[in-house]
């Protein structure tokens, strides 16, 4: 069975259109440029530092000759879907995946990035430059949560990944250091605004401000408060363990449950509140 590298064109006219995309409604590449390949242990570790396992379908975009893809598909049993706008690599990329023995595990298409639908995704995988990534951030964030993005070298401005990994890449060909960086974000639930509860808790509130994979806010509660700050992943809220204790909430839809609670909220749990649009909860 052949080994696989990662590769990606790093294309100086992507550069172009991320800088004024704000301007433009899609991207579209005239020339060929070259492909970067990474080693199999970068490759390897962006499947792994994401978790991807069967059921998983991982969209690769800027695929390449579609290695990250077929190894997704051939070492951890996942579908895969690959983008690349250069249909001599696509062709190589069905090839490649023939000759794996994974061709009914994994699609390849020339496709604008900006473009793909990328709904069907539980990993997304990308080896982009930071101002292509940054244009892709609010189609990302828009994803299903839960969904992991995992990122080759570069990252997402303000929105720090949940894990960085480094790799040795002793011959890398980019750069001065000899080793690359691995990103990990997982999106999170969108959490902003006022939650009103019913139930043992009626009359109570929780209002939260969120900025990415962070909240803070307050709960409400019989003329007592409880400030909450805390981390999001995927659709799990969670406050660091303190004096009050750790306290656990699940955001499904327009729906947050208590799923663990200590001190006096404990009594609390499974409860729910829902989202309003109201000012104040009634």
């Known amino acids: 069975m052949p080994s696989f590298n990662h590769s990606k064109k790093l294309s100086l006219l992507l550069v172009a259109v991320a800088t004024c995309w704000a301007a433009t409604s899609h991207a579209q590449p005239i020339e060929e440029v070259p492909f970067i390949t990474s080693p199999d242990n970068v490759t390897l570790e962006m499947l792994s530092i994401a978790g ?18 077929i190894l997704a598909a051939r070492r951890f049993n996942a579908t895969g879907l ?32 900006f473009k793909t639908d990328l709904a069907s995704a539980t990993v997304v995988s990308m080896y982009l430059l930071q101002e292509v990534n940054l244009q892709l951030r609010p189609s990302l964030l828009a994803l299903k949560p839960g969904t992991r ?37 997982t999106v999170p639930a969108r959490v902003e ?25 307050t709960l409400a509660w019989r003329e007592r408060t409880r400030e909450l700050i805390g981390t999001i992943s995927g659709t799990e809220l969670r406050t660091p363990v303190g004096s009050s204790g750790e306290l656990v909430l699940q955001a499904v839809d327009n729906v947050l449950r208590i799923v663990s609670a200590k001190g006096n909220l404990a009594l609390a749990q499974g409860e729910t509140f829902k989202r309003t649009a109201d000012t104040h909860c009634s």
């Open 52 to 69: 991807v396992k069967r059921g998983d379908h991982v969209i690769d975009l800027g695929s390449g000759d579609g290695r990250i893809v």
């Open 82 to 113: 690959g983008v690349e706008i250069d249909p001599t690599l696509v062709r190589r990329s069905k090839v490649n995946a023939r000759n794996a023995g994974v061709a009914d595990k994994v699609e390849f298409r020339v496709e604008d990035l």
């Open 149 to 185: 993005i995992v990122s080759h070298d570069w990252d997402m401005g303000d929105w720090k990944p949940d894990r960085t990994t480094v790799v040795p890449v002793p011959n890398k060909a980019v750069g001065r250091e000899k080793s690359s960086k691995v990103h990990l974000w």
């Open 193 to 217: 605004g006022l939650w009103c509860a019913a139930g043992l808790l009626r009359g109570a509130s929780i209002k939260l401000t969120q900025k990415y994979q962070t909240f803070e806010g």
